[in-house]
T-cell receptor
Framework: GDSVTQMEGPVTLSEEAFLTINCTYT??????LFWYVQYPGEGLQLLLK?????DKGSNKGFEATYRKETTSFHLEKGSVQVSDSAVYFC?????????FGAGTTVTVRA | DVKVTQSSRYLVKRTGEKVFLECVQD?????MFWYRQDPGLGLRLIYF???????EKGDIPEGYSVSREKKERFSLILESASTNQTSMYLC???????????FGQGTRLTVV
């Protein structure tokens, strides 16, 4: 069945550092891919998405490119802030199902 | 503003009890989902529904059932609660297709 594998955390960074969180997927057909974020004490919210191969999703300085050849959707940000501290989830949507990875906890220190 | 409302933020139930978790959305979404969130395991899909009265098993349906009699409401039922069902339960909804899913605030269930 469909599945998402993402980089294990936790990840601790200093402010203005470069962030990468790896995400790979297994799916039949042509899934859509998402990154969701959960800030401390809050619910999950969509960060960005890509619906077809080579699409780039972007939001709040974060980017991810849908790579069908490597079945990947890695999340990147060039310069993180303390306010980016959160849990990040990679997700895949195929037909009606929406599946998530295990989540990566990111802590940014001032 | 879009809204997915879960009936309780915190619940404590006894082993063997039948437990109902309710989720209501006000966006006329066709698809609704129930997940549990556990540290190190992320979100695991329990059941989902792509339309009224339709339901599909997710990845971990054992010990759970669901009901979707009306479009706006999706209920998760623990037939006989057990301690290993202690978890955070999250409900989500979206329109059919590739669109954004909206999440409720979650219900933290403790089974003692």
């Amino acid at each position: 069945g469909d599945s998402v594998t993402q980089m294990e955390g936790p990840v601790t960074l200093s402010e203005e550092a470069f962030l990468t969180i790896n995400c790979t997927y297994t799916a039949t057909g042509y899934p859509s891919l998402f990154w969701y974020v959960q800030y401390p004490g809050e619910g999950l919210q969509l960060l960005l998405k890509a619906t077809k191969a080579d699409d780039k999703g972007s939001n709040k300085g974060f980017e991810a490119t849908y790579r069908k050849e490597t079945t990947s959707f890695h999340l990147e940000k060039g310069s993180v802030q303390v306010s980016d501290s959160a849990v990040y989830f990679c997700a895949l949507s195929n037909d009606y199902k929406l599946s998530f990875g295990a989540g990566t906890t990111v802590t940014v220190r001032a | 503003d879009v809204k997915v409302t879960q009936s309780s933020r915190y619940l404590v139930k006894r082993t063997g009890e039948k437990v109902f978790l309710e989720c209501v959305q006000d966006m006329d979404h066709e698809n609704m989902f129930w997940y549990r969130q556990d540290p190190g395991l992320g979100l695991r899909l329990i059941y989902f529904s792509y339309d009224v009265k339709m339901k599909e098993k997710g990845d971990i349906p054992e010990g759970y059932s669901v009901s979707r009699e009306k479009k706006e409401r999706f209920s998760l039922i623990l037939e006989s609660a057990s301690t290993n069902q202690t978890s955070m339960y999250l409900c989500a909804s979206r329109t059919t297709g590739t669109t954004e899913a909206f999440f409720g605030q979650g219900t933290r269930l403790t089974v003692v």
